[in-house]
Structure formats: C-alpha cells, structure tokens
C-alpha cells in the first residue's frame, strides 16, 4: 500500500478549500444575526434575559420561552425579527416581572429581571433576652439584645439623603423627590436600562410622594435600588428607563426605614421594631 | 556532497558559534519562531480590545480553519493506520528475499544514560527476537562517562550476556570533557558512531555503503519485521544515500502502566508521526530514525553542540546535497515508553520538560533559514514551501490551541459595553463551541485507532483501564494545552531570549504493575 499520492492529497485540500469558501461566508452572516427568509435574508436581532431565581418562567409575547435553573439564570433568544417585544418573568411567591424591549438587527437588548417575594422574610431582632444566671440560679431580669443595640445605632446616624452612592459606574442622587441614576461613563458603553431608542445617561429610578429617608443599592447588584419613604415605606426599585418600570414592594409601612449593615445584611425599622430582611 | 558541509554554518549549534553579520542574521532568525508565537497572541489580543468586531471574524474563519484542517489530517491518520496495519502483517522476509542484501549491516545505536539494566536487557532481546540475520547486526551500546561508573558495570553485564549474538557488539563511553560537546544524545551518539567506524566497520573491512544506521533511543524496541522492512526500504530506494528512513514511533513498551495524561500525549505524538508519514515532503526525521553510514560519515555524524540533533541531521544532510535529500517513510512501529515516573505529579512534570524538549526543535528553524540564504543551489521554490512548513509548524504548535480554547473568548472580554450587545458577540462563543464539538468528533477516530495500537493488557491490569483507554481522548483540550503548546511556548521563548535550553534525558521508570 502506498502513501496517500500527492494527488489525491491535493484533491483532498481542494475540496477543502472549496468547503471553507463556501462556508465561511454563511457562518459570518449567521454570526451577525442574518437569517434567510423568503423575501431574502433578514436582519435579526435577540433577546437576553437574566434573573436572580431559578425556577422562574420567561414569557415572550405571552408564550412560555424558558424557565430558569440551578446553572442557567439567563437565557439568549436569537433570530428576533426587529420590534418590540413584551417580557414577563413569573414565579408562584414572587412578584411578576415585566417589561416592554424592543430588538433592533444584529444588537441584543439585554434586561435582568429582579424578582421580589410577595412575602420577603423577615427576621425579627429580639429587644430584651434574659440576663445571665447568678451563681444561686436566681434570675436578674432582661437585658438588650447585643444584636438590637447594634440595629438602633445603625439608625442612630442621621439619614444619608443629600449623600450621593456610585457603584460601578452608575450613581444614585435625589433631586426633589425623584431618585435618579446617573451613568457616568462613556455615552457609547451605556448599560442597556440606560436605553431605550436611544441611550440616555440619566433616569428617574423611583418617584416618592413623601419625604425620602434613605436609597441604596441592594447588596451585590447595580441595578437595583432600596429605598424608604416616609409615607411608603421601604421599596425595591430597578434601575432600568424602560417600560414597565418595576417596581416592588418590601415592607410598605409608612415610617419604616432601612439601613444596610457592614456584612450587608438589610436591616428594616418598624418604629422600635427592627428586622433582618431576607431577599 | 556540497562543499556546504565545509562551511562554518554546517554545525552551527546557536548563535554564539558564529562571528559578525552571519552572527546578527542567525541571532535574528532565532527571535523569528518566537515573535511569530508571541505576535500572533499580542496581536489577537490587541485586535480583540481594539477592533473586536474584526477578532471575531478572524476568530470564526481560524475555528472553521481548525476544523477543516482536523479532517484533513484525520484522512492522513486513517490511511497511515491501514499502511502500518498492512505493513506489520506483511511477510517481508518473502519480499526481499529475492533480492541481494546480505551485503548489508544493520549498525544499532542504543545510546543511554542512568537507565536500569531491565531497559538495556529489554531492548537488545527485542532486537534478538527481530526476523534478520543476527550477524548481520552490529550493536553499540553508548554509555556516558558522566553517569558514572554504574553505567559503565551495565555495560559490561550487557555485553558479556548479548554481545556473542550479535555480528558486533561494542560498549562506548563517550567522556565527559570534549570541547564542544553538549551533554546529550546528539554527542553520545556521534562519538559511538565514529567509534563503531574504527572499532566495528573498518575491523571488519565493512564498505559504508552496505551500513544502516539506526539510531535508537534505549528504550527502542523493534518489532520483529523492522530490519526487514527498513532493508526493502534501503533497497528500493532511488538513491538510499540521499535518504533518511523514519519508522512510527509508538509508546507501548509501558503505555497501559502510564497516566492517561501520559498516553493521551504520547498517542498524539504518534498520531502526528503517522499523518508527517503521508506528506513526506514536510517530514523530517524524528527520534528513532535510520539513515546510511555513508552519508552520516560524510555529513559528520550527529551534531554534538545541540538538543535536536534527531531532526537536525535530516537538516545537515539536505543542506549538504543542495536540498536533493529526503526522509521516506516506512509506516512501520518501533515502541519506545510513555512518560512515566514515580508518582503522577512526576510523570506530569516529564511530560512536560519532554514536550518542550520537542518544542525545542524550533532550534533548527535558524539553522535551516541561515542555510537557506547561504546556500544558493537549493531552488527557490523549495526553499520558501519548507521555510513556509517549518515556520508554520512551530507557530501551530505553540499558538493554534490558544487560539482555539482561550483566545476565542477574548472579543467578548475585552471588546467593551457596544461589541458586547451585539448578536455577533453572543454568537461568537456558541459559534467556536459548535465548530470545536464537530473538530473533537475527530477524537472518535483517534481512540479507535489508539484502541487498535495498544499492546495485549498485561496480567493485573484492570479492564476498567481499557474503558479509560477510550474516553481518556476527552483529556486532549486540556493536553494540547499544557503539553503542546505552553511547552512549545516555552521553548520559543528561549530561544527568542537567548535562554537555550539543555538537553533533558526523560527519566526511564519501570513499573511493578
């Protein structure tokens, strides 16, 4: 038997070139989101969602798309015809998620669907606990909580409103009774809740019909924002200009007010009743 | 032979060896393979961060490239399989039997170094049990003084139970203070070989013509039909002084005792070996490899100021005929070891310092430029095809993969905030996923006929191991990876730096399994 003849190897590379040729061109179309049609190739675009929970439903146009697991919160919808599309993100206990995107050809338009329990845990600070025993096993009364005093000096420091919060590029200011965000870096990289059309590089987070006493971004996203009024009560609000604008209950009591400790556990204030919140 | 072989060029070793311009030209192209290498990785880099829409096309048309070139070669692999197959069921004493070869002598070279007596022993048995006239077979067994004196007792113990069954049988010591030596195979070899003309060929009035050398590694063993097989090969050839001979290495002596890392790696290196064997005109001799005395006589043997002096010869001998010089094929095995030490994290270290010992052949990318440009017999055309082979061969080794499993990511990372919302951002990773699945579809081919390689499992190992011996191909991302073009990097590197690197003899353990 004899080596492959330089023919046959050469009919071989052909055929190969010929296959990359042919090729080539279809995978860099298809890369770039074209897609045949019978009217001729279309430009499409496609959809990305993200959310925080597992087991939640995806709805495009109203017709169940994907539902989130353990390893996959967020999903890549190709071959979007350009349009508006309108999202929801389900979940039984949990607040629905909407939202209108619209996908323009060969960009994807990004959205991340923050859902919020119904009934978000709370986990009550306790006042007073029982003193230490005395040596004779009498008891000597109640004393505060080490957990409660530290709770009430969160609270103790006057309340950050006229501050201003930065986190990763995106900063949060209060303006009369809007809080508003703020994109600070290049117009071009603006985050895509920052545009609709077109990018804008500020818009209105939550609008208060009461005093604001505190806003803040939820530990470990930057796109969503607590804050408390004084006639509302504590909310969740996501950093995103387009339509629908969600927004979420989390403790709707008027005076209740929230601070965020240093391991970033949320604290809420209910009069003298403080909480540990759980998202 | 040319008069290049009187050259000062002609055993250049490195740089160093040379004076003025000829100096500056082969430091220069020393830095070439590894400014390739590295230009290439800055350069996708760069292109990735600057205009990723750009990296990604060039991404897209490197994946498809990849796979494409994977069943080009697969298609090599396959048709080599069948010529060794073929070749190993062949009666090839029947073949040259009708014609006249009891002129010629098989003169074996089995250089070694620390290696046990087991090793020795093990080799020259197999050469006992190979179908060729043992009197027809000359051995040299090549110690190196500086191993010690324990070496040289092996020595001897070998030669008085094996030398009487061989036509000649001689113990070399090659000492350890000749001037201009390198420690290492290249020097053990050439000093045994020129001892073997004086105290073998001319002793015996042997014509060097009617002498083939082999030059082995220790822990070569030939298969029965080898000498056979290589004497038809000497014999049919057009003009076998103008030729190198090149058998299939494979690593069976202790492949089912090794780390599937281990055998992953050593079955690819066999792997290439096969598909080089369809396209001789890119081959160049590796390892165990066979070649006339006369020519290595007139060619000065092996060089001894160097690490790949196996390839480097085939280079010695092309430039010296003015590029009339060529390495035939033989698609027939001889096994040598797998990597294997004492422990795991020992065999991986070896695997690797042997691998960019191997990459360390990109040593021979100045030589063979220099010689380009110096020698002006050689036709143009060839001198820019194999220029173009070698240089891509290198770059391929110590770049391809990084491309294919790292760099394919980089767009996305580094491309910013408006490359990142676009549909070709997030295709481009399932793009390069996709077309890689199809190229590892190829890994099937390749433990099928890793499967069809293998020597009987011995006693005591388990079946599991054959099991393993299958999907171990899943390994080969991250081994083309770590031992093929991190090493080869490396080894680039140096080179590009002026840091060379030393010969490194790859530990031979046996096994108790």
Known sequence: ?279 | MHSYATTPYYHVGRASDLTGKDRVLYRFFEIVPGALAWGTLIGAALLSWLVPVAAAYVIIAFDLYWLLKTVYLSIHLRHNWKRIKENMSRDWGALIADKRYDHLFHLIILPYYKESYETIAFSLNALLACHYDKKKILVVLAAEERAGTEAQVLAEKARENFAEKFGGFVVTIHPKDIPGDMPGKGSNITYAAEEARTRLLDEKAIDYKDVIVSAFDIDTVAYPGYFQCLTWHFLEAKDPFKVSFQPVPVYNNNIWQAPSFSRVVAVSGTFWQMVQQERPEKLATFSSHAVSFKALYEAGYWQRNMVSEDSRIFWNLFLANDGDYSVVPIAFPVSMDANLAKGNIETLKNVYKQNRRWGWGAENIPYILMGFVKNKNIPLKKKIHLSFVQLEGFWSLATNPLIIFLLGWLPVLLGGAVFNNTVLAYNLPVITRNLMILAMCGLILSSVIGIQLLPPRPKGISRWTTVVMVIQWILVPITIMIFGAFPALEAQTRLMIGKYLGFWVTPKYISTK
């Open chain 1, 1 to 279: 038997m004899k080596p492959l003849s330089s023919h046959q190897r050469f009919v071989y590379r052909l055929a190969i070139v010929i296959v990359f040729i042919a090729v080539i061109p279809v995978l860099v179309l298809y890369a770039n989101g074209f897609r045949p049609t019978r009217e001729g190739f279309l430009k499409t675009g496609g959809l990305y969602i993200a959310t925080n929970r597992t087991g939640a439903d995806i709805f495009i146009n109203n017709k169940l798309v994907k539902q989130s697991y353990f390893f996959k919160k967020g999903f890549f919808f190709e071959n979007q015809t350009p349009g508006t599309y309108s999202l929801v993100v389900s979940r039984p206990g949990y607040f629905s998620w909407y939202k209108d995107l619209s996908v323009k050809p060969e960009d994807v338009t990004e959205a991340y669907a923050f859902l919020v329990p119904e009934k978000p845990g709370l986990k009550s600070i306790e006042r007073f606990t029982p003193a230490a025993q005395t040596s004779t096993g009498a008891p000597r009364g109640m004393v505060e909580t080490p957990a409660y005093t530290a709770a009430t000096s969160l609270f103790a420091d006057s309340s950050p409103v006229n501050s201003i919060l930065k986190d990763n590029n995106i900063q949060l200011s209060v303006e009369l009774k809007y809080i508003l965000a703020k994109w600070l870096g290049q117009a071009e990289s603006a985050p895509a809740q920052f545009c609709e059309y077109v990018c804008t590089n500020s818009i209105d987070v939550f609008e208060a019909d009461s005093d604001i006493l505190n806003y803040s971004f939820l530990p470990g996203f930057d796109a969503v924002v607590l804050v408390s009024t004084k006639n509302q009560g504590v909310y969740l609000a996501e950093i995103d200009g387009r339509d629908h604008h969600n927004i979420f209950p989390i403790y709707p009591v008027a005076g209740a007010d929230f601070r965020i400790r240093a391991d970033d556990t949320i604290i809420i204030k209910d009069g003298s009743l403080f909480f540990e919140l759980g998202l």
